[in-house]
């Protein structure tokens, strides 16, 4: 075994890779961009050496620079991870010049892979089934018009280069296909320096299943069975689970075969992964091999017992596998999905942000994740948005789903868009729980999976509005004097105090009604009303009865924003003005009234202003307080009566309005 390896790689892969070396005896060394200075994989490790500025051309993907790195501390291995360098045949091939093992296969297997064309020929040779298509050489717009007709439509043009759903576009029809070729080339340029396409028929509904396989140098091949990955979004994978359900024992030894004849045929040496598509009918179409560990890897793991970093590790070092295929066993089921810093509702857009809040579900033998950020940490645009792993085993899959499903809704994140509450729906709706799905299962179910709740968001807005409430917030206070001069709890003599908060949401405003009750607090919004009792926990957390349903939840509050999470989704509003009082009623809409004695501090509003419900008209001070009066409804300012420094007695009229 190695003394000491270098990990040329950041997140949670670098952490997952520092995690096995330790429990080995093995020394870590991280690397890290200018970016990554307080990044989490750099105290996961036991050395760390800045390779660069933020951007990955930089640093991550510095070859020389990494290798220098590994001379100088004395590394005799690097592990690439996943991605950056982890299938670049040039950087294995300077690994093994400088006496440096790359844990990885050789160059020559990573080569012949990289290029999808070049993958595919090889397997036609080895017997292994491929969906009809051309990967022929010839990329004259000619020639491929040409295989594009004899292939028939549906039809994909994929960049031969590269994956991750890049310069991949599909062609329905025949005129359709010169416009998706052109589209298809510029962005494999622009994304692998090639633009270099192969064409291969559609298939509609098919499962992305796919086999780890492992290698040594002894001879020995094996696969540690299944995953699928057919829950995709912009065909890149989102959730994956293993072993894939309803695949009989007979075809999962019929492709897991395959996959080791693709890795012999290739001579390859390590962990990869073959891929394969899936139709109804029980056929399967080998699709790619990554050279590499994948970022699923942890759901085999799960039901395998193995830990395959290890197997990565002795491997390298020219240790047998610590298995023979008749050892490896499959117990129970694991399901993995990525929590990603994005945007579902936009595409699901990556989304930059800092982690200003971070509660992980409870963890136990059932539930792992794998992670490279903490609280506190910001999600930039120079790398993946990847915040985490969330990975659940069970005995049976339902149990699992259901694990996984808790375990989604307890994980919370504030300070930036995430998918958990998209990934918590998904796998909850009946179709998923029943195993009913394919490539396309995000597309087929788009409605219901991004379907408006309306009473949850109410009751969002309600809980913001509460969090936003003087009264219950205990914390801006260090008084504990209970005088009533000193009380903030909206108590008025004859009459019940109201508030309105106005708050923003994607776009939309909402106002909040808030009433003093004999019994408690009543909020108002939209058609859903309910009465409210709370408190705060601490700075980041409340705990509060809503119509009777007792909900803790953690918010973070701003000078102009408020956010929280409520039923496992994360919740960002716009806070258009603080709390109101609007003492008065309904008859006074149009001429509001001083509800005490006190000074006109402030005038928001000039005559012909038009306001809405929220609007501050008057601020009056009294007794050391500040009370805004507010508008109830829609109008225009006709007349001021007061002016800044007036004093003005209860029941005084403030201003004239024309109510819309």
């Not at 416009?179 to 509609?204: H, N, P, Q, T």
């Not at 069975?225 to 979004?233: A, K, L, N």
């Not at 009989?248 to 990869?272: F, P, S, V």
Request: charged share 20%; with cysteine; aromatic share 6%.
């Amino acid at each position: 075994m190695f003394g000491k390896i270098l990990i040329a790689n950041r997140g949670e892969i670098a952490v997952r890779v520092a995690r096995t070396a330790q429990r080995l005896g093995v020394s870590s060394v991280a690397v890290y961009s200018s970016a990554d200075s307080q990044a989490l994989h750099l105290d996961a490790c036991d050395e760390a050496y800045c390779i660069g500025a933020a951007a990955a051309s930089e640093s991550y993907l510095n070859a020389a620079r990494i290798l220098q790195v590994a001379k100088q501390c004395g590394a005799l291995a690097i592990h690439p991870g996943y991605g950056f360098l982890s299938e670049n045949a040039a950087f294995a091939r300077a690994c093994e010049s400088t006496g440096i093992v790359f844990i990885g296969p050789p160059a020559t297997a990573i080569e012949s892979m990289g290029s999808k064309s070049q993958s595919k020929l090889l397997m036609e040779r080895a017997g292994v089934p491929l969906i009809p298509g051309y990967h022929g050489d010839d990329q004259a717009d000619d020639r491929l018009a040409v295989e594009s007709r004899a292939i028939g439509y549906p039809q994909l043009i994929k960049a031969s280069a590269g994956g991750g759903g890049k310069g991949m576009r599909l062609v329905e029809a025949e005129k359709d296909f010169g416009e998706a070729l052109v589209s298809a080339r510029r962005e494999a340029s622009a994304s692998f320096g090639d633009d270099k396409v192969l064409i291969e028929r559609y298939l509609r509904q098919p499962r992305h299943v796919e086999m780890q396989i492992f290698a040594d140098s002894h001879g020995n091949c094996v696969h540690l069975f299944e995953r699928d990955c057919s829950i995709q979004r912009r065909h890149q994978k989102v959730l994956e689970e293993a072993p894939a359900p309803g695949l009989g024992d007979e075809l999962r030894k019929q492709m897991g075969d395959t996959a080791i004849n693709c890795a012999q045929a290739i001579g390859y040496l390590g962990a990869g992964t073959v891929e394969f598509l899936l139709d109804a009918d029980g056929n399967y179409y080998f699709m790619e091999m990554n050279t590499r560990l994948q970022v699923e890897h942890p759901v085999s793991e799960m039901i395998t017992g193995q830990d395959l970093v290890e197997w990565q590790l002795r491997v390298a070092a020219g240790e047998p596998l610590p298995l023979q295929q008749a050892q490896i066993t499959m117990r129970g089921h694991a399901l993995e999905a990525r929590i990603y810093a994005e945007n579902p509702e936009r595409g699901f857009m990556p989304a930059a942000g800092q982690i200003s809040y971070l509660q992980l579900p409870e963890l136990d033998p059932g539930v792992r994740v794998d992670t490279g950020v903490r609280c506190g940490d910001y999600i930039g645009i120079n790398y993946d948005p990847m915040i985490a792993k969330l990975i659940v085993h069970a005995p049976d899959r339902m149990t699992a789903v259901a694990r996984l499903s808790r375990a989604l809704r307890q994980y919370r994140i504030l300070g930036l868009n995430t998918n958990l509450a998209f990934l918590a729906r998904l796998v909850e709706m009946p179709e998923f729980i029943a195993a009913d799905f394919d490539t396309s299962f995000i597309a087929t179910h788009h409605t219901a999976l991004f379907e408006r709740d309306d009473e949850c968001l109410a009751r969002a807005l309600i809980l913001a509005a509460a969090a936003l409430l003087p009264a219950l917030d205990k914390r801006t206070t260090s008084n504990t004097s209970q005088s009533a001069w000193d009380l903030r709890d909206h108590w008025r003599m004859n009459l019940l105090a109201s508030q309105v908060v106005s708050l923003a949401h994607k776009g939309l405003r909402h106002e909040i009604l808030i009433r003093r009750g004999e019994h408690g607090w009543h909020f108002g919004c939209g058609d859903f009303e309910c009465l409210l009792a709370g408190k705060w926990i601490d700075k980041q957390s409340m705990r509060v009865e809503i119509n009777s349903e007792r909900v803790e939840f953690p918010v973070l509050i701003d000078e102009d924003a408020i956010a929280l999470v409520y039923r496992g989704q994360t919740f960002q509003f716009e806070i258009f003005n603080p709390v109101h009082d609007v003492e008065g009623n309904a008859a006074d809409a149009d001429h509001p009234r001083a509800p005490m004695s006190g000074a006109v501090v402030a005038l928001p509003v000039a005559v012909g202003d038009t306001v809405e419900p929220g609007t501050t008209l008057v601020v009056i001070e009294a007794m050391k307080m500040e009370h805004a009066i507010v508008a109830q409804v829609n109008a225009s300012v006709s007349e001021i009566l007061v002016a800044v420094g007036d004093q003005v007695e209860e029941g005084d009229t403030l201003v004239l309005m024309e109510v819309e």
